[in-house]
Structure formats: structure tokens, C-alpha cells
């Protein structure tokens, strides 16, 4: 019987370590080799063609998203199935857009680990119990399927890194000195990503920075004062963002 090569792509070696030892236990299945980034994912896929890759989220470099679209383009043959920890409906849809095979949640049940790499290799597709049920429920309510919200993994490195800072409340200009770059050539992300995005204004970018967890407001601001002046008054960092809110909502006339 020709086994099932498996590729696995995690940055922590103690957890690959664990899953090469569930799947070698497996009659079916064989490790091709472990990477411990997306871009040695790439690498290894050309040298040791396993027939299904374990893809994890979120490691550092090279975006997963970019590696499996590397890998599908070069060799269709091989199914990526994303193993991750973040149950993001943003990045469920990224994977489906991009032609992954599924995506696996952590916590989820070794048998389903198991089926979704037969699944995957079969050709077919499998989606965490969990999130296919909220996938259900959302058709069901909006009686069809989910209109696409903008995505941070649509974004570039150095687009995600601009916006965090312009969120942040740090100028183009002090942006630009930051990297070493042109005030033109961060006008040009910036232009970039905010269509990307859909946003049209400082006060979206700042609201789509907190909601996608971009950046964090400190924990005081959820505090008992009651008018965004005091809590820039007193939570410096929160100021940039904050101003940026409350001006365009008083542009507004709200």
C-alpha cells in the first residue's frame, strides 16, 4: 500500500515532534520532512514532494498564505491543509481562496486530524466540525453565503507593518524615517492598503486596526471614564488612535 507523505510546517519544534509521532503510528502515512517556516515549506515541497503539507499560521517570514500559493502553483498535486490555532473566519476564507485542502483547528480531535489528511489527499475538502457549522448558520441566517470582509492577510509584510503605525498614530513622514523609506513610498502602502481594504478614512483604518487585533488600546481605556478627552488625557499611547475616531466622527456631525 503507497503511503500518505506528510510534510509538516510548524515553527515549534516540540509540537511537530508530536504530530510526526501520531502520524507515523498511522499504516498509511509517512513524514516527507518538517520545516520550522512557510518559506522552507517551499523549499522542501520541490525537494521531497509529499502528497499533503501541514501548515501552520502565523510563523515568522514568509506569509503562509504566499507559500501554499507558491506551492499550488508549482505543484498541484500536492494538498496544504492549514493546522492552526486561530479560529478566524478571515483566515478560513484566505485558505479557500488561495486552493488550500482545509483547515484543521488545534484543539481539535486526533480522528479529525487524520480524516481531514485522508480527505485531503482523496482530493476533496475539510473544514474543523466548528467552523463548518458556523458557516452553515451564517447561509441559513443571511440566506446566502457570507459577504467577504476585507482581510489583513490580503496585505503585504511591510503593508501590515504601516498600518499598525498609522493606527498607532504615527505621520507618514515619522513612518518613512522608521524604515528608511521614502514619504512617497509610504504614501504608495498606504494608498495600497486602505483600497485593499476598503477604507476610505484615518477613522476606519483605526477601527479595522482594533477589531482585526492590528494593535491593542490599553486595557485602562475599557476603565470608568466616559469621554475619549479623558482617556487621552491620561493613556497617552491611546491618543493617536482615539483622535483619529472621535475627529471623524465630529467631521461627521455625530
Same mark, same amino acid.
Given at each position: 500500500?503507497?503511503?500518505?507523505?506528510? %510534510? /509538516? =510546517?510548524?515553527?515549534?519544534?516540540? &509540537? #511537530?515532534?508530536?504530530?510526526?509521532?501520531? *502520524?507515523?503510528?498511522?499504516?498509511?502515512?509517512?513524514?516527507?520532512?518538517?520545516?520550522?517556516?512557510?518559506?522552507?515549506?517551499?523549499?522542501?515541497?520541490?525537494?521531497?514532494?509529499?502528497?499533503?503539507?501541514?501548515?501552520?499560521?502565523?510563523?515568522?517570514?514568509?506569509?503562509?498564505?504566499?507559500?501554499?500559493?507558491?506551492?499550488?502553483?508549482?505543484?498541484?498535486?500536492?494538498?496544504?491543509?492549514?493546522?492552526?490555532?486561530?479560529?478566524?473566519?478571515?483566515?478560513?476564507?484566505?485558505?479557500?481562496?488561495?486552493?488550500?485542502?482545509?483547515?484543521?483547528?488545534?484543539?481539535?480531535?486526533?480522528?479529525?486530524?487524520?480524516?481531514?489528511?485522508?480527505?485531503?489527499?482523496?482530493?476533496?475538502?475539510?473544514?474543523?466540525?466548528? %467552523? /463548518? =457549522?458556523?458557516?452553515?448558520?451564517? &447561509? #441559513?441566517?443571511?440566506?446566502?453565503?457570507? *459577504?467577504?470582509?476585507?482581510?489583513?492577510?490580503?496585505?503585504?509584510?511591510?503593508?501590515?507593518?504601516?498600518?499598525?503605525?498609522?493606527?498607532?498614530?504615527?505621520?507618514?513622514?515619522?513612518?518613512?524615517?522608521?524604515?528608511?523609506?521614502?514619504?512617497?513610498?509610504?504614501?504608495?502602502?498606504?494608498?495600497?492598503?486602505?483600497?485593499?481594504?476598503?477604507?476610505?478614512?484615518?477613522?476606519?483604518?483605526?477601527?479595522?486596526?482594533?477589531?482585526?487585533?492590528?494593535?491593542?488600546?490599553?486595557?485602562?481605556?475599557?476603565?470608568?471614564?466616559?469621554?475619549?478627552?479623558?482617556?487621552?488625557?491620561?493613556?497617552?499611547?491611546?491618543?493617536?488612535?482615539?483622535?483619529?475616531?472621535?475627529?471623524?466622527?465630529?467631521?461627521?456631525?455625530?
Amino acid at each position: 500500500m503507497q503511503k500518505i507523505r506528510v %510534510l /509538516l =510546517t510548524d515553527d515549534h519544534a516540540l &509540537f #511537530r515532534q508530536g504530530l510526526r509521532t501520531l *502520524l507515523t503510528m498511522e499504516p498509511d502515512m509517512e513524514i516527507s520532512g518538517e520545516a520550522a517556516s512557510a518559506s522552507e515549506a517551499v523549499d522542501l515541497a520541490a525537494q521531497t514532494r509529499p502528497d499533503v503539507i501541514l501548515m501552520d499560521i502565523g510563523m515568522k517570514g514568509m506569509s503562509s498564505f504566499e507559500a501554499t500559493r507558491v506551492i499550488r502553483k508549482h505543484r498541484p498535486e500536492t494538498r496544504v491543509l492549514f493546522l492552526s490555532m486561530y479560529d478566524d473566519d478571515d483566515y478560513v476564507a484566505e485558505c479557500v481562496e488561495i486552493g488550500a485542502s482545509g483547515y484543521v483547528l488545534k484543539e481539535s480531535a486526533v480522528d479529525q486530524l487524520l480524516a481531514a489528511i485522508r480527505e485531503a489527499h482523496a482530493g476533496g475538502t475539510f473544514l474543523s466540525p466548528r %467552523l /463548518l =457549522t458556523r458557516l452553515v448558520q451564517d &447561509f #441559513r441566517t443571511m440566506g446566502h453565503m457570507p *459577504l467577504r470582509q476585507p482581510r489583513v492577510a490580503c496585505l503585504t509584510k511591510r503593508e501590515h507593518e504601516i498600518l499598525k503605525l498609522l493606527a498607532e498614530g504615527r505621520s507618514v513622514k515619522d513612518i518613512a524615517s522608521s524604515f528608511d523609506l521614502s514619504v512617497k513610498t509610504v504614501e504608495a502602502h498606504k494608498f495600497n492598503l486602505m483600497r485593499k481594504l476598503g477604507i476610505h478614512n484615518k477613522a476606519q483604518l483605526v477601527q479595522f486596526a482594533i477589531q482585526k487585533k492590528v494593535i491593542r488600546l490599553p486595557e485602562q481605556v475599557a476603565g470608568p471614564w466616559s469621554r475619549a478627552s479623558d482617556i487621552r488625557d491620561r493613556l497617552p499611547l491611546a491618543a493617536g488612535p482615539l483622535a483619529a475616531i472621535s475627529h471623524q466622527r465630529a467631521a461627521d456631525g455625530r
